[in-house]
């Protein structure tokens, strides 16, 4: 009856540590998620501002393109 007794208390600790795992996972999980959804957020953010940067770069590059043809105009005239 002793070895049952045993095998039964080795059990309950099993179980128990198995419980605090799971505790532990699942609130790494809540943690592993919130961080997830922050950084996706922030994806988008810098994908907008790299949108905004390449628009703001493509209009630059027209303006000087416009000035270059002016200077080259001024001078050829």
């Known amino acids: 009856m002793t ?3 045993e095998r ?7 179980v128990q ?6 505790e532990r996972l699942r609130a790494e999980n809540g ?3 919130e961080e ?4 996706a ?8 501002e790299q949108r905004r940067l390449q628009e703001e770069r493509q ?3 027209g303006h000087v393109e ?3 043809k002016e200077l080259a105009r001024i001078e050829a005239g």
């Open 3 to 5: 070895d049952m007794g």
């Open 8 to 14: 039964f208390r080795l059990l309950e600790q099993h």
């Open 17 to 22: 540590r198995a419980v605090e795992l799971i």
């Open 31 to 33: 943690r592993l998620t």
């Open 36 to 39: 997830r959804a922050g950084l």
């Open 41 to 48: 957020e922030r994806v988008t953010r810098l994908e907008a």
């Open 59 to 61: 209009a630059l590059l």
């Open 66 to 68: 416009g000035m270059l």
